[in-house]
């Protein structure tokens, strides 16, 4: 009988705490992030306007619904 056992390579990191995110940097991120969605949204609902063909006067109603 022959068995044979594979070996297992592995690499383990570790990070220091002063790796870590300080609030201020993860704060800065997520300001960037929401300001980038915010965009977004913003260039998204302009380029529905844009191709909205429905008269003022319509659109006008649409949102007081």
Do not use: F, Y
Not at 29 to 54: F, G, N, P
């Amino acid at each position: 009988m022959d068995v044979r056992i594979d070996e297992l390579h592995s690499t383990v990191d570790t990070v220091g705490a002063e790796a870590l995110l300080s609030p201020q940097v993860l704060a800065r991120i997520v300001a960037a992030v929401r300001a980038s969605l915010d965009q977004r949204s913003t260039a998204e609902r302009d380029r529905k306007a844009d191709v909205d063909t429905r008269s003022i006067v319509e659109q006008q109603r649409a949102g007081r619904r």
